[in-house]
């Protein structure tokens, strides 16, 4: 996978609002909000897309949507918040570095986009 601007800010090129780490993964605010709370959550290990997860990646996926949970309640938004995960520039991933979205703090509509 090429170098990405998650990479940077995984190896600390590029200062980021980081509100968790832990071995596996880096949690920081985007600086592209949609929401009062929008903090993307990254694994350390580099995937570029979901699709491209393999079978011994199941533990470190678990992990990254355990901790968007954990860090949406530090947040204090632990009963109510919205998860996404784009696969692909067709529907808006742009950083191709897997990375869940959190959102919360105001209404969203159903369905997305």
């Known amino acids: ?66 901790t968007a949970r954990q860090v949406a309640r530090n947040e204090g938004y632990g009963e109510a918040f919205r998860l996404v995960v784009n696969n692909g520039e067709a529907v808006g991933q742009s950083v191709f570095h897997l990375h869940v979205h959190i959102l919360g703090g105001r209404d969203f509509s159903w369905p997305p986009g």
């Open 1 to 66: 996978m090429s170098e990405t601007i998650f990479s940077k800010i995984i190896n600390r090129e590029i200062d980021a609002d980081i509100v968790h780490e832990d071995d596996q993964c880096l949690a920081f605010r985007d600086i592209n909000a949609q929401a009062p709370m929008h903090i993307l959550v990254i694994p350390k290990k580099p995937i570029d897309m979901l699709v491209n997860a393999q079978a011994d990646d199941q533990a470190l996926l678990g992990h990254l949507l355990l």
